[in-house]
């Protein structure tokens, strides 16, 4: 774990950070091992799929315990955001028993911002008494070095880190990564998070003519030629 993050640990009197994850593309595995020095645990469903379906994740450091989903044929995003709700449910009660101070639940293209800086929307937030933590995003694009500045689409803040409590669920599904429970209140992060699912150009394009056929008039910036500045820190950032 992070030196900023278990000194953050110590400084609030925090036992247990746990960490899950859905995988269904398999494609960031840095974005699993950088997941792990987060946390103390992680919890992981793997989706499987006839296209998608690997062992590595379940090797990964961390990794305390696993669910495998099966299907029969290859779904697209749209059909997998709409059971978001019933696998995150899933995930969740892994947690019963353990009962963590804090949740990070990250999706499996993106990157939680680096220590020094995340730590300080930490402390912003586990001293208020919101109960959610969402972030925006930057997107990577055509490296790790470089990132997409223009906003070529809308992205609401997604929750991607909440405060522990029983009985917390996520049926019925509120979106953007709510705990259902919680309800829509939230504290947005000065950082954002890190998000590499568009950073390939065959992935984009994979992803513009499979994933996103039925919607691509939505995602038609996708395609376009965009203002790539050099990633600095999580702070100044583009962000969508």
């Given at each position: 774990?992070?030196?900023?993050?278990?000194?953050?640990?110590?400084?609030?009197?925090?036992?247990?950070?746990?960490?899950?994850?859905?995988?269904?593309?398999?494609?960031?595995?840095?974005?699993?091992?950088?997941?792990?020095?987060?946390?103390?645990?992680?919890?992981?469903?793997?989706?499987?799929?006839?296209?998608?379906?690997?062992?590595?994740?379940?090797?990964?450091?961390?990794?305390?315990?696993?669910?495998?989903?099966?299907?029969?044929?290859?779904?697209?995003?749209?059909?997998?955001?709409?059971?978001?709700?019933?696998?995150?449910?899933?995930l969740i009660r892994r947690l019963d028993n353990i009962k963590p101070q804090l949740v990070f639940f990250p999706d499996e293209d993106e990157s939680f911002p680096e220590p020094e800086y995340l730590?300080?929307?930490?402390?912003?937030?586990?001293?208020?008494?919101?109960?959610?933590?969402?972030?925006?995003?930057?997107?990577?694009?055509?490296?790790?070095?470089?990132?997409?500045?223009?906003?070529?689409?809308?992205?609401?803040?997604?929750?991607?880190?909440?405060?522990?409590?029983?009985?917390?669920?996520?049926?019925?599904?509120?979106?953007?990564?709510?705990?259902?429970?919680?309800?829509?209140?939230?504290?947005?992060?000065?950082?954002?998070?890190?998000?590499?699912?568009?950073?390939?150009?065959?992935?984009?394009?994979?992803?513009?003519?499979?994933?996103?056929?039925?919607?691509?008039?939505?995602?038609?910036?996708?395609?376009?030629?965009?203002?790539?500045?050099?990633?600095?820190?999580?702070?100044?950032?583009?962000?969508?």
């Amino acid at each position: 774990m992070y030196k900023e993050i278990e000194d953050f640990k110590k400084e609030m009197g925090i036992k247990k950070i746990a960490g899950l994850m859905m995988l269904h593309y398999f494609k960031w595995p840095w974005c699993l091992k950088e997941f792990s020095f987060y946390v103390d645990e992680i919890y992981l469903l793997l989706h499987y799929s006839p296209k998608f379906k690997e062992e590595w994740p379940k090797k990964y450091p961390k990794v305390t315990d696993y669910i495998e989903e099966n299907v029969s044929e290859e779904w697209n995003v749209m059909e997998w955001r709409e059971n978001q709700g019933i696998f995150r449910e899933k995930l969740i009660r892994r947690l019963d028993n353990i009962k963590p101070q804090l949740v990070f639940f990250p999706d499996e293209d993106e990157s939680f911002p680096e220590p020094e800086y995340l730590v300080k929307d930490l402390r912003r937030f586990y001293k208020s008494n919101k109960k959610q933590l969402a972030f925006k995003r930057c997107n990577f694009w055509d490296s790790m070095e470089m990132v997409r500045k223009d906003k070529w689409i809308t992205y609401y803040p997604h929750v991607k880190i909440y405060k522990w409590d029983k009985n917390l669920s996520y049926i019925p599904y509120t979106g953007f990564n709510r705990v259902t429970t919680y309800g829509k209140k939230r504290m947005v992060a000065r950082t954002v998070i890190k998000h590499y699912a568009y950073m390939n150009k065959k992935e984009r394009e994979w992803r513009y003519n499979e994933l996103y056929r039925e919607k691509q008039k939505k995602f038609k910036g996708l395609m376009d030629k965009p203002t790539l500045v050099r990633y600095t820190d999580p702070i100044h950032a583009p962000r969508t």
